[in-house]
């Protein structure tokens, strides 16, 4: 099972917080990956069980702003990007 965690900013990230919000994924041994929206407004963590508050706790203990956290089943073709808990992502084609 794959959670899409969502994470709203209030605006578009500048690179500090984008490196923050990398980090805060790094740290959570729950994440399997992190995909930041090309407009910049939005990050996607793909994860194993875990809820929204933690999330939340986790970005503001980080000093990030964000506006709103949104969990749910990632669907097949988005739980197809997560990597099984323990295994590194390969590149596509190998």
């Known amino acids: 099972m794959t959670i899409r965690i969502e994470i709203l900013m209030p605006g578009q990230m500048d690179a500090d917080t984008r490196t923050r919000v990398q980090l805060v994924a790094a740290g959570l041994p729950e994440v399997r990956r992190t995909v930041i929206s090309y407009d910049r407004k939005r990050a996607t963590w793909y994860a194993g069980e875990m809820s929204a508050e933690r999330v939340q706790a986790a970005l503001r203990e ?8 949104r969990t749910g089943l990632a669907p097949d ?13 390969r590149p596509i084609g190998r």
């Open 77 to 89: 073709s988005d739980a197809q990007l997560a990597a099984p808990p323990g295994e590194r992502f």
């Open 62 to 69: 980080a000093g990030v702003a964000f506006q709103e956290v």
